[in-house]
Protein backbone atom coordinates (compact mmCIF):
# COMPACT_ATOMS: atom_id res chain seq x y z
CA UNK A 1 0.00 0.00 0.00
CA UNK A 2 1.41 3.44 -0.94
CA UNK A 3 0.66 6.71 1.19
CA UNK A 4 -0.70 10.12 -1.05
CA UNK A 5 -3.28 12.88 0.46
CA UNK A 6 -6.44 13.80 -0.17
CA UNK A 7 -8.06 16.65 -0.85
CA UNK A 8 -7.88 18.05 2.18
CA UNK A 9 -4.19 17.11 3.05
CA UNK A 10 -5.16 14.28 5.27
CA UNK A 11 -2.92 11.04 4.44
CA UNK A 12 -4.66 8.33 2.87
CA UNK A 13 -3.74 4.83 2.14
CA UNK A 14 -3.57 4.08 -1.57
CA UNK A 15 -3.93 0.95 -3.32
CA UNK A 16 -2.04 0.97 -6.59
CA UNK A 17 -3.81 -2.60 -8.28
CA UNK A 18 -6.60 -1.27 -10.55
CA UNK A 19 -9.42 -3.05 -10.77
CA UNK A 20 -8.26 -4.19 -14.56
CA UNK A 21 -5.34 -5.84 -12.92
CA UNK A 22 -7.64 -7.75 -10.09
CA UNK A 23 -9.60 -8.89 -13.30
CA UNK A 24 -6.09 -10.08 -15.64
CA UNK A 25 -3.22 -10.15 -12.59
CA UNK A 26 -0.09 -9.34 -14.50
CA UNK A 27 1.97 -12.56 -14.49
CA UNK A 28 5.57 -12.36 -15.67
CA UNK A 29 6.24 -15.57 -15.54
CA UNK A 30 3.03 -16.90 -17.82
CA UNK A 31 3.96 -17.82 -21.49
CA UNK A 32 1.97 -16.47 -24.10
CA UNK A 33 -0.17 -18.62 -25.94
CA UNK A 34 -0.64 -16.47 -28.76
CA UNK A 35 0.97 -16.68 -32.26
CA UNK A 36 4.04 -15.14 -32.91
CA UNK A 37 4.34 -11.82 -35.27
CA UNK A 38 6.68 -14.53 -37.92
CA UNK A 39 4.18 -16.93 -37.65
CA UNK A 40 1.01 -14.33 -38.76
CA UNK A 41 3.58 -13.17 -41.68
CA UNK A 42 4.44 -16.56 -42.49
CA UNK A 43 1.23 -17.80 -42.75
CA UNK A 44 -0.12 -14.33 -44.92
CA UNK A 45 2.85 -14.91 -47.28
CA UNK A 46 1.72 -18.85 -47.58
CA UNK A 47 -1.88 -17.63 -48.28
CA UNK A 48 -0.47 -16.32 -52.18
CA UNK A 49 0.83 -19.93 -52.95
CA UNK A 50 -2.42 -21.44 -53.07
CA UNK A 51 -4.27 -19.87 -55.96
CA UNK A 52 -4.52 -16.50 -58.16
CA UNK A 53 -1.87 -14.15 -56.09
CA UNK A 54 -4.23 -11.51 -57.30
CA UNK A 55 -7.34 -12.71 -56.18
CA UNK A 56 -5.84 -13.70 -52.97
CA UNK A 57 -4.31 -9.88 -52.54
CA UNK A 58 -8.07 -8.39 -53.56
CA UNK A 59 -9.52 -10.79 -50.74
CA UNK A 60 -7.04 -9.74 -48.15
CA UNK A 61 -8.80 -5.64 -49.24
CA UNK A 62 -12.02 -7.20 -48.39
CA UNK A 63 -11.62 -8.88 -45.29
CA UNK A 64 -8.99 -6.07 -44.25
CA UNK A 65 -11.93 -4.16 -45.25
CA UNK A 66 -9.27 -2.20 -46.81
CA UNK A 67 -10.81 -2.06 -50.66
CA UNK A 68 -14.56 0.06 -50.80
CA UNK A 69 -14.96 -0.57 -54.32
CA UNK A 70 -17.22 -2.65 -55.48
CA UNK A 71 -16.63 -6.88 -55.05
CA UNK A 72 -18.70 -7.51 -58.74
CA UNK A 73 -16.38 -4.58 -60.40
CA UNK A 74 -12.66 -5.63 -59.07
CA UNK A 75 -13.80 -9.52 -59.83
CA UNK A 76 -14.44 -7.69 -63.55
CA UNK A 77 -11.25 -5.79 -63.34
CA UNK A 78 -9.22 -8.96 -62.26
CA UNK A 79 -10.83 -11.35 -65.18
CA UNK A 80 -12.08 -13.79 -62.40
CA UNK A 81 -15.91 -14.40 -61.27
CA UNK A 82 -17.48 -12.64 -57.98
CA UNK A 83 -18.00 -16.10 -56.03
CA UNK A 84 -14.03 -16.96 -57.12
CA UNK A 85 -13.23 -13.88 -54.82
CA UNK A 86 -16.12 -14.38 -52.19
CA UNK A 87 -15.16 -17.88 -51.70
CA UNK A 88 -11.43 -17.15 -51.52
CA UNK A 89 -12.07 -14.51 -48.96
CA UNK A 90 -14.43 -16.87 -47.10
CA UNK A 91 -11.41 -19.69 -47.23
CA UNK A 92 -8.50 -16.77 -45.83
CA UNK A 93 -11.03 -15.90 -43.29
CA UNK A 94 -11.76 -18.69 -41.63
CA UNK A 95 -8.40 -19.82 -41.64
CA UNK A 96 -7.23 -17.04 -39.48
CA UNK A 97 -10.70 -17.13 -37.31
CA UNK A 98 -11.66 -14.01 -38.38
CA UNK A 99 -15.57 -13.08 -38.44
CA UNK A 100 -16.84 -11.89 -42.02
CA UNK A 101 -21.02 -11.75 -41.13
CA UNK A 102 -20.13 -8.87 -38.92
CA UNK A 103 -23.97 -7.73 -38.26
CA UNK A 104 -23.56 -4.10 -38.35
CA UNK A 105 -22.29 -4.57 -41.63
CA UNK A 106 -24.93 -6.71 -42.57
CA UNK A 107 -26.95 -4.11 -41.54
CA UNK A 108 -25.50 -1.24 -43.72
CA UNK A 109 -25.68 -3.49 -47.01
CA UNK A 110 -29.24 -3.62 -46.55
CA UNK A 111 -29.78 -0.33 -45.89
CA UNK A 112 -28.03 0.57 -48.79
CA UNK A 113 -29.34 -1.68 -50.97
CA UNK A 114 -32.49 -0.58 -50.02
CA UNK A 115 -31.89 2.63 -50.51
CA UNK A 116 -30.27 1.95 -54.24
CA UNK A 117 -33.22 0.26 -55.06
CA UNK A 118 -35.68 3.01 -54.37
CA UNK A 119 -33.44 5.70 -56.13
CA UNK A 120 -33.83 3.40 -58.70
CA UNK A 121 -37.35 2.74 -58.44
CA UNK A 122 -38.17 6.69 -58.66
CA UNK A 123 -35.98 6.92 -61.69
CA UNK A 124 -37.50 4.35 -63.72
CA UNK A 125 -40.86 5.90 -62.80
CA UNK A 126 -39.52 9.33 -63.70
CA UNK A 127 -39.03 8.17 -67.28
CA UNK A 128 -42.15 6.30 -67.80
CA UNK A 129 -43.92 9.26 -66.73
CA UNK A 130 -44.83 11.13 -70.23
CA UNK A 131 -43.86 14.78 -70.25
CA UNK A 132 -47.36 16.82 -70.68
Do not use: C
Amino acid sequence: MDRAFDDNGHQVTVDPQTPLDAIEPLDNDRTRADISLAEVVFRVGASFREGDPLVTASAWLYILRGDDASMRRRAKQLGVSTAALSRRSRILAESFGLNLGDPRIRELRRRLATESWARRKKRQASIAAPAN
